[in-house]
């Protein structure tokens, strides 16, 4: 038995897992603004939607002869990545979400977020500019979620918090899937999750980093998400197991608050349509 996200945030993520770029199909590359570049469009500092991204680069190409119909696809990743044109973690869950609240309730994600600088100009800036103005940490942290500490309670579209590289950064995924089994106890039908997929743009992974998805495979229910089968694993490094098991304690499954009715919403869809 397999629940998924909705339609419409799948959508979003094959977009980005898949944009369309001179006839062939591109996995979009992590690109992060460390440079801290404001003012500009939005797709060139890591924020951009899949239809932005694919735009810029059929303007970039334009302007410098690159011809794309006669590019291989690593050619062209390696185009954008040279142009830095990419989508960093948040901003690609934040596109995500919103298209996912913008079906349900017709509002942004912006809308719902607390922040810690609430100062006139900062409104207005998470306003005009929002994707720019949600991080990592503010999506995660405990004024926007509640952290889910049984393994068996996670649900498409919760957060996953793990540690960045860099010092005080953090990385964020989002569980994409989850696959078990129904299972009767005491003559009431549970779900009993054995496996889950999330999917992040994650800036390791050598040159397969960007948007790209993993699989965590339970083997231990009754311990925690670091115990678990993390099978993510390329040129033998997993570097999203290791932003989790760093300062473990401050990471783990986070779910929006804003987003909760969503997810159960989802999840009680997704368990009748198996049922049927």
Not at 53 to 80: D, N, P
Not at 187 to 195: D, P, S, V
Request: charged share 30%.
């Amino acid at each position: 038995m397999r629940i998924l996200l909705p339609e419409e945030a799948r959508v979003t993520i094959d977009q980005y897992k898949s944009l369309k770029l001179g006839s062939k199909i591109v996995p979009c590359p992590y690109y992060i603004n460390t440079q801290k570049e404001s003012g500009g469009l939005r797709v060139l500092v890591g924020k951009g939607s899949p239809e932005e991204i694919e735009h810029e680069v059929k303007v970039w190409a334009q302007l410098r002869g690159f011809e794309m119909s006669k590019a291989s696809e690593h050619e062209i990743r390696e185009f954008m990545i040279k142009h830095r044109i990419g989508i960093d973690c948040s901003g690609f869950l934040v596109h995500v979400i919103n298209r996912w609240m913008k079906q349900t309730r017709g509002r942004r994600l912006i809308e719902y977020l607390k922040f810690d600088n609430n100062s006139v100009i900062a409104w207005i800036k998470r306003r005009l500019r929002s994707a720019e103005n949600i991080g990592a940490n503010t999506l995660t942290s405990l004024k926007n979620t509640i952290k889910i500490t049984e393994l068996n309670d996670i649900r498409p579209g919760d957060l996953i918090r793990l540690k960045g590289r860099v010092k005080n950064s953090h990385h964020i995924a989002m569980i994409s899937e989850i696959e078990g089994d129904l299972v009767e106890e005491n003559g009431k039908k549970n779900f009993l999750i054995k496996r889950f997929k999330y999917v992040h743009s994650n800036r390791n992974y050598d040159d397969r980093h960007g948007v790209r998805e993993g699989e965590v495979i339970i083997t231990n229910p009754e311990a925690g998400l670091k115990e678990q089968n993390w099978t993510e694993v390329y040129n033998g490094r997993n570097w999203t197991y290791e932003g989790l098991v760093k300062e473990y304690q401050d990471n783990g499954v986070m779910r929006l608050k804003c987003l909760e009715n969503e997810i159960k919403k989802n999840y009680e869809a997704g368990v009748v349509k198996e049922l049927l």
